[in-house]
């Protein structure tokens, strides 16, 4: 995923900026999609689109996600070729960034906006499973799940700003290890309330003839599961494996 926005803030830092070496198609196929996703501009969007799980199930490789999706290789590839930055354009990443304003970047616009958009999105369906209580479509049990999701949420960002992100950013990996198996162990069950989220509402499908709140709360929903992805996208793939992979050299 190509960042202009923040590429200005570490080039003099990086004057050689990494590129991803995976450019033919066998190596892709070869490859963890979570690595693909963290070392590939515009990979993690694609796959998104697919409906890839490049997050917690990020050990897979490509050809892996692409059969037990029943897809097949040629248009993911070609998708991914599209998606690659022109020659010369830039291809920085945020595996590219320092830990600091990757972490600071997680904070200001995924810990805060999740704080914003799930209560909003709770509020909604309530209002819906109420008024289309008589509607055999209606959302049964949604806004129970999101405020539940939501108090999930909270205490695991919690967690990450108090305790473990100023490990981190102290470089130490030893104290942080454990707290990154319980944040990765927590990453599984926000995925899990995701896809609960997806079998209640079948995808997000909206019925046909149904009132604008209905409409904006299943926009609302596509919204979150793209955020909350991207997410733990970002530190399952990039910030974790920085510290994990450390502590093994050093033992």
């Excluded at 890839?52 to 040629?74: K, M, N, W, Y």
């Excluded at 209560?119 to 309530?126: C, E, F, Y």
């Amino acid at each position: 995923m190509a960042l202009p926005s923040i590429a200005a803030s570490y080039r003099n830092a990086r004057s050689t900026p990494r590129r991803s070496p995976m450019s033919d198609s066998t190596t892709l196929l070869s490859a963890r999609i979570g690595d693909i996703a963290a070392r590939r501009p515009g990979a993690a969007t694609v796959f998104q689109n697919f409906g890839f799980d490049f997050c917690c199930g990020g050990d897979r490789t490509l050809s892996e996600v692409i059969d037990a999706a029943h897809a097949l290789p040629a248009p993911v590839l070609g998708a991914l070729a599209a998606a690659a930055p022109a020659a010369g354009a830039g291809g920085e990443t945020w595996a590219d960034a320092p830990a600091s304003l990757l972490i600071e970047h997680i904070k200001s616009r995924y810990h805060a906006l999740h704080l914003q958009e799930i209560p909003q999105l709770r509020d909604l369906a309530t209002k819906v499973e109420v008024v289309h209580r008589d509607n055999p479509n209606v959302l049964s049990g949604l806004a129970v799940l999101l405020a539940r999701l939501l108090a999930e949420i909270r205490v695991h960002q919690q967690r990450e700003e108090v305790v473990l992100f100023p490990l981190l950013l102290r470089g130490d990996g030893s104290m942080a290890a454990s707290a990154i198996q319980i944040m990765r162990a927590e990453h599984d069950d926000h995925g899990a309330a995701l896809a609960l989220i997806d079998k209640i509402t079948h995808n997000r499908s909206v019925p046909a003839e149904v009132c604008a709140t209905w409409r904006g709360l299943y926009l609302g929903l596509t919204r979150l599961r793209m955020d909350l992805t991207m997410h733990v996208h970002l530190e399952n793939n990039i910030l974790f494996p920085r510290y994990e992979h450390a502590e093994e050299v050093r033992r």
